[in-house]
């Protein structure tokens, strides 16, 4: 069943260096094909609470795939300029079986 990995950024960005790191270090990330992005900082059309600065939405086949991404030694190593640069919730929600 896919699941989904959903990163949203609560502010703005508070340190561009420490940003354009962990760019740098997740687009040396090896292409996963079985990761697809589906929404990438697109535009936001708040509804109901408040809405977030910037919104990711990422595909994985399967939650212990978007949970194995994200345990990578690779992917670890970006994490703490990613904290530095901004604030971020992550979190992985099980699609609906079709």
Do not use: C, H, K
């Not at 292409?31 to 697109?42: D, E």
């Amino acid at each position: 069943m896919a699941a989904y990995m959903i990163i949203v950024r609560r502010g703005p960005i508070r340190d561009e260096d420490a940003m354009a790191e962990y760019q740098r270090r997740t687009r040396a990330l090896p292409l996963s094909t079985q990761l697809a992005p589906l929404a990438v900082y697109g535009n936001i059309t708040p509804l109901e609470g408040v809405a977030p600065d910037g919104a990711i939405v990422l595909e994985f086949p399967s939650a212990e795939e978007a949970l194995e991404w994200y345990q990578s030694a690779d992917y670890q190593s970006a994490i703490p300029y990613r904290e530095q640069a901004a604030d971020y919730d992550m979190f992985i929600v099980d699609g609906l079986t079709r």
